[in-house]
């Protein structure tokens, strides 16, 4: 099965929005128009629910919408926050606020578990395994009653008081959820705008490719998980004091269900569309009230009628509307330092040492009755383009995939600077200084050029995620810097006036240009690019041989698939040459040029070759 | 439906909705719009109607929390019906001391969350002087604290509803069913019994209030919960039987309580088996199919009261009940229609003692003795705020004529 | 052996076909168009009803129910695929696993309105007598059940990999715009295999009520149980499939008997994972290439 389809997010609309603190003063007005209106009102009791919820809702847009990944176990984590403090505080008398940390704690600890083992299922693989660990903690509450109060409810959690005021009003809690919602909002904005948000939205498009730039998939994965999981967790503790009486009835499937239906109500991949879609969800009911049995029918009708002409949601549906009066391509304004040479630092490849830099020794692959490469030994030196040839089929693109790490090698080994290559994950090897491209550019649709940029430099970021959450000052300057690098490589590869345009707008010859300058970006020792100039027009190539001489002028080694024959030949230090996965020829351009190996495995006889 | 779809398509994509000018103050304005119609259509949903207990010939306004859709849907619509129809008799013989009763019934989906702001609506806004329902225990362990903060009292149809809540009342009849099986234990020795029953509160509550009775004749040998979505219970059945129960008992809800009978029958069952009627009714006999014969039914008096002597004083009013029940919606009555009128009885006949002080109110229904009602009789207490004591029988299923049995 | 060995294995065996049966009409849509339809279960549950109406109401002998309400459910299925399915075409799958789930909502509403909030019967196709096996039981209604699966999983796999429908449809999934390419016509798969799932459903329905009752909601939590045992199987394959949905019934009723029959959901999930971390494909799911 293919990996999670590349969603095109609609215009950029949110820089409107969000714009520095403006979005902050929006919400606290919309959100004082319900307690000015009802607050005295059991119409706030169902505002209350409508903030909970979604702050677990927005929990789940982060992990479900940028990510991803289809997630049902949230009320788990719900259900802990409530009955770990409520147990604590009722049955041991721990005061709550120790209870809402231990509670916290209980909720990463499991998030972690689940995570790292149910985490490389596919989607609806994982899915239900997180529905499963939502209905045993179900089960593990309604199973031991003497602990839990079964589905009598937990009774004897103590009132909370802050500062002394007893906390017990619908509107009381509305404002706490209301400040715990804002709170998530600006948390879940900050790593959304973080390297971390940006890995995970390019691990929801494309997951290999990701893992080639130096990000470690897995961890990354888990660790959103985890950052979902709190945000059930502390709402679920306060929830649980809110409902006086927990009940295993209020953590149960059709809740679950209930969140899911607001996020996509209301819109993934928006933070605030989950809480359109929970006021939708919650106040539909109360809407319908007349309709009697006829509700459940027509309330299908409605989310079946709402998920088919607003696919993005409400949420989404409002954001298009927003955005009619701005063009897609509106960048934002760039420096217009174009006359300023790129400055660029590689990992220092200058000839030290008098071992080549990559050696590749004797590696093999099979697939079932097919030698896919067989026993394929080189040599790359420090600062060299070596190019790889050989007719379609001959286990190129293979080898590539061998060498970055996608495949594992049956046998041989793969030396960088000394260090083994074989064995290790692809995101490892990234790390070490090994990168690619590949025949088709794999981008991140959905994220702008500059952003692509950014995700290949993921690894040479220092700032923690903590830090990044609460966006403290050093990680907004090492943001900064970053951009500022990225910038610099798209100036090397001419697409510095495209910064902010979607990668899914560029024409196809632009879109391998920005592919290579993210793979620059960690920075890497070694390129490997995997057919470059295929597709492109001779002045394309001609630029993109430019660009390849200009590197390999900086220092940066470069091994190079190709099939056009004059971009080799005017680039090229050395070229080996394959067929059959067999290595048939490794010298210099002219050497090769000659052989007779190579001229029979393009045209399958010997042809004299007049001396050019 | 395409072209429509298309046209629907056509309109929601209309470009005309263009931003002329596009400052901060248009884009501000446009995202308060979409909650400020969201807030009018909430507000146009809950207008409140007119103010609540007060004296002369206004209405008494009593709530009803039934869950007519959802996992229970059907044990909320009896009740409903039942209530209602209670409602319309009362109020056309002259209401009480004069003044007519309004039932105002919200429908909680089976959902606590839904339970919770429905009372809240029903307290607040409507400012009805007491209520009725809910229908589970599910439900009612979310509702149980707002009546208590609130100090509004409630009958519940739940038949136990966990710690004692002053405000809380409850109808449903849960003690004394042990006696039917008396005649069985003692004719043929019977020793050991096991229940399967649901997972979930139901379990809970039987433990605490119904095998109580049971446990004075026999031994429990064996307590097995089963999943509402399981089709296939012979498994469960034969472990029972491993343990050497003799009877069985089968407290359970809904076509699971027929599916257990049939699949008794299934592998032969070498014993007794006992269904309580939670909420046996016309479907139930058709569930039960072959299995009849083995199906013994603890139920109460209206499933056969045709077959009640005249003697008996209860033939009339539940032949009353159930003729009018049955011309309404079709259906035989059962002891969840019953729960509904009895529900409204309960808290009307301490309205009529203690008047329309919640208090008061409170205090009657607590002390209520002696109330006859189509269940059973209620005799209440500080201690027990059931009370309820029904008229057990053992009923069989006579799967032929589609009706129940009296037996002996 | 003590019969209860035997019984919980029988008992397995039974919820085990109901949920084989059910998934077998999720693969088809999976393998042409690689959503769920989580509305599946309540196509499901419309063939019973209508084999119910059929049976009750118009009183027409049992065999031309089944057979009308067989029918009638794949014409249920292309409505379905017309009114939910194909407006949506061009959007990503997860916006058509959502539309599903609506429609799941919409069309349980519809049946409890229509039917009632009350569980209704089906008579059995050869009668209730149990079938006594070793002082264990079986229905025979069973045996019709699994015999209907197997019947099902051979021709779908026949269909599937031997007619050039079958791979046309397969074709679908794999690249839907290759295949436009190459001349088939996707639409219309897509809509032979929403009929021929909602046929499926539709004939599971009619072969399991007789055991379990028919509601409105019956069939939504039916569904989902047969989606997981279609899981721990592997999507990817009919047999694998139906191999998934028997095991998970077998795993449920031995935990049931042997662990404990209040927390059999939980010890279910539980194996659940286990397996899928085991097999992250599913038992019997294809290998990924690493």
Do not use: C, R, Y
């Given at each position: 099965m293919s990996a999670s389809p590349a969603r095109a997010r609609g215009l950029d609309v949110r820089g409107l929005l969000f714009d520095g603190w403006h979005w902050i003063v929006t919400f606290l007005i919309i959100a004082s128009v319900p307690a000015l209106l009802f607050g005295q009102t059991y119409v706030m009791n169902v505002f209350v629910t409508v903030a909970f919820f979604s702050i677990v809702a927005v929990s789940l847009d982060l992990i479900m919408g940028y990510g991803g990944l289809p997630t049902f176990g949230h009320t788990g984590f719900f259900a802990v926050g409530a009955y770990v403090m409520g147990i604590l505080a009722a049955r041991l008398q721990v005061p709550l606020i120790l209870g809402i940390v231990v509670a916290l704690g209980v909720s990463l600890l499991l998030a972690l578990i689940i995570g790292m083992a149910t985490l490389r299922l596919k989607e609806y693989y994982f899915a239900v395994a997180t529905l499963g660990f939502a209905v045993i903690v179900v089960h593990v509450i309604a199973g031991f009653p003497e602990v839990t109060g079964g589905w009598s409810g937990l009774q004897g959690i103590p009132r909370p008081s802050i500062a002394g005021i007893p906390i017990s009003s619908d509107l009381q809690y509305y404002w706490i959820a209301v400040l715990m919602l804002l709170a998530g909002l600006i948390v879940g904005r900050n790593y959304i705008d973080s390297r971390y948000g940006r890995s995970i939205r390019a691990i929801a498009t494309d997951e290999q490719a990701t893992s080639t730039l130096g990000i470690p998939v897995a961890r990354r994965k888990v660790q959103l998980f985890m950052l979902s999981a709190s945000y059930a967790s502390l709402a679920g503790s306060i929830y649980g004091l809110y409902l006086r009486v927990p009940t295993p009835a209020n953590f149960d499937i059709p809740v679950m269900i209930d969140m899911v239906l607001m996020l996509f109500l209301g819109g993934i991949e928006t933070l605030w569309g989950p809480i359109v879609g929970a006021v939708v969800v919650r106040f539909l009911p109360e809407v319908m009230?007349?309709?009697?049995?006829?509700r459940v029918a027509i309330q299908g009708l409605i989310f079946v009628l709402i998920l088919m002409f607003m696919p993005r949601g409400l949420a989404g549906f409002i954001m298009n509307r927003l955005a009619r009066g701005r063009t897609s391509t509106h960048p934002k304004p760039v420096q217009a330092d174009a006359t300023a040479p790129a400055r660029l630092t590689w990992v220092p490849s200058s000839a030290e040492s008098a071992a080549p830099l990559l050696r590749i020794a004797g590696v093999s692959k099979r697939f079932g009755g097919l030698q896919a490469v067989g026993d394929v030994s080189f040599d790359v030196a420090a600062g060299q383009l070596k190019a790889v040839i050989g007719p379609n089929g001959a286990g190129k693109t293979t080898l590539f995939n061998l060498l970055s790490g996608v495949i594992v090698a049956d046998s041989g080994s793969v030396l960088l600077a000394g260090r083994e290559l074989i064995g290790l994950a692809p995101d490892a090897v990234a790390r070490l200084g090994l990168v690619r491209t590949y025949q088709t550019p794999r981008l991140f649709a959905s994220m702008t050029v500059v952003e692509n940029v950014l995700t290949g430099r993921d690894a040479l970021f220092t700032s923690s995620l903590l830090a990044n959450l609460v966006k403290i000052p050093a990680s907004a300057a090492e943001e900064r810097t970053a951009r500022d690098s990225a910038l610099a490589l798209l100036d090397l590869v001419g697409l510095r006036q495209r910064a902010d345009v979607l990668a899914s707008a560029l024409p196809f010859g632009e879109r391998r240009l920005l592919e290579i300058a993210r793979a620059l970006a960690l920075p890497p020792s070694v390129i490997m690019l995997d057919e470059p100039a295929a597709g492109l027009n001779e002045s394309e190539k001609d630029r993109l041989g430019d660009l390849l001489l200009c590197l390999r002028e900086q220092g940066l080694t470069l091994v190079l698939v190709e099939h056009d024959m004059r971009l080799v030949m005017r680039v090229a230090d050395e070229v080996a040459v394959l067929n059959y996965g067999q290595l048939v020829a490794d010298g210099s351009p002219e050497a090769i040029r000659q052989h007779p190996e190579v001229i029979r495995a393009y045209l399958g006889e010997e042809v004299t070759v007049a001396a050019s | 439906m395409h072209r429509l779809a298309r046209q629907l398509s056509g309109v929601v994509n209309m470009p005309a909705l263009h931003l002329h000018r596009f400052d901060r103050l248009a884009k501000v304005r446009r995202v308060l719009a979409v909650p400020a119609v969201l807030m009018l259509a909430a507000m146009v949903a809950c207008a409140p109607s007119s103010g609540g207990g007060g004296g002369g010939n206004e209405p008494i306004k009593i709530g009803a929390i039934l869950s007519t859709t959802g996992a229970i849907a059907g044990l909320g619509t009896d009740e409903l019906v039942g209530a209602q129809m209670f409602v319309d008799e009362i109020n056309g013989k002259g209401g009480i001391n004069g003044r007519q009763i309004q039932l105002i019934h919200i429908d909680d989906e089976s959902k606590p969350e839904n339970a919770v702001s429905a009372a809240k609506k029903l307290i607040q806004?409507?400012?009805?002087?007491a209520s009725i329902g809910p229908s589970s225990a599910i439900v009612s362990a979310s509702t149980a604290p707002i009546f208590l903060e609130s100090k509004v009292p409630d009958v519940s149809a739940i038949g136990d509803f966990g710690p004692l809540n002053p405000y809380l009342f409850s109808l449903f009849p849960i003690t004394g069913q042990g006696v039917v099986a008396l005649d069985f234990v003692k004719q043929r020795n019977l020793t050991k019994f096991g229940v399967i029953v649901q997972a979930g509160p139901l379990a809970e509550s039987t433990r605490r209030t119904t095998t109580p009775d049971f446990e004075k004749l026999m031994q429990m040998v064996a307590y097995e919960q089963v999943q509402?979505?399981?089709?296939?219970?012979t498994p469960v059945l034969a472990k029972i039987r491993s343990a050497g129960a003799e009877m069985v008992l089968n407290p359970m809800t809904g076509q699971q309580a027929a599916l257990a009978a049939r699949n008794f029958k299934q592998i032969n069952y070498p014993g007794v088996l006992i269904v309580t009627a939670q909420n046996a009714n016309a479907a139930f006999i058709d569930l039960v199919a072959d299995a009849a014969d083995v199906t013994n039914v603890v139920g109460t008096k209206v499933f056969i009261y045709q077959d009640l002597p005249d003697s008996d004083a209860s033939k009339a009013p539940l032949t009353d009940f159930a003729t009018k029940f049955t011309a309404k919606t079709s259906r035989p009555a059962t002891l969840v229609s019953n729960i509904g009128w009895d529900m409204m009885l309960s808290l009307t006949e301490a309205i009529k003692t203690a008047g329309t002080d919640r208090e008061k109110i409170r205090d009657a229904l607590e002390t209520q003795k002696g109330l006859q009602t189509l269940t059973g009789t209620i005799n209440r207490s500080a201690q027990d705020h059931n009370g309820m004591e029904a008229d057990w029988i053992l009923m069989g299923v006579d799967a032929a004529n589609k009706k129940f049995l009296l037996k002996k | 052996m003590d019969p209860l060995y035997l019984q919980a294995f029988f008992g397995g065996l039974t919820s085990g076909s109901i949920y084989a049966m059910i998934a077998l009409g999720f693969t088809l849509v999976y393998r042409s168009t690689t959503v769920i339809n989580f509305a599946h279960g309540e196509l499901v549950m419309l063939g019973a009803l209508l084999a119910i109406s059929g049976v009750a109401t118009l009183k027409l002998p049992l065999a031309a129910a089944v057979l009308i309400a067989v029918v009638l459910s794949g014409a249920i299925g292309v409505v379905f695929e017309r009114l939910m399915v194909n407006p949506v075409r061009n959007q990503p799958p997860f916006v058509l696993i959502l539309v599903t789930l609506g429609a799941s909502a919409l069309l349980r509403g519809l049946a409890m309105v229509i039917w009632g909030k009350d569980a209704l019967p089906l008579p059995s196709f050869s009668g209730g007598q149990p079938i006594e096996i070793a002082g264990a039981s079986l229905l025979p209604q069973v045996v019709w059940i699994v015999a209907g699966t197997a019947a099902t999983v051979a021709l779908l796999s026949l269909f599937l990999n031997q007619t050039i429908w079958g791979k046309a449809l397969r074709a679908c999934a794999e690249n839907p715009q290759a295949a436009g390419l190459v001349g088939i016509d996707v639409g219309k798969m897509v809509r032979l295999s929403f009929m021929l799932s909602a046929a499926i459903g539709g004939l599971a329905g009619v072969l399991i009520t007789p055991v379990t009752t028919m509601d409105f909601q019956a069939g939504f939590l039916l569904a989902m149980k047969g989606l997981t045992g279609a899981i721990i199987g592997g999507l990817e394959r009919v047999s694998g499939v139906v191999a998934g949905a028997i095991l998970l019934g077998v795993i449920e009723s031995f935990s049931s008997v042997f662990i404990s029959s209040a927390m059999k959901d939980a010890v279910a999930f539980l194996i659940l994972i286990l397996v899928l971390y085991l097999w992250p494909q599913g038992i019997f799911g294809q290998r990924e290439q690493r």
């Open positions: 009230g007349v309709f009697q049995d006829w | 806004q409507e400012n009805v002087i509402p979505s399981d089709t296939d219970l | -």
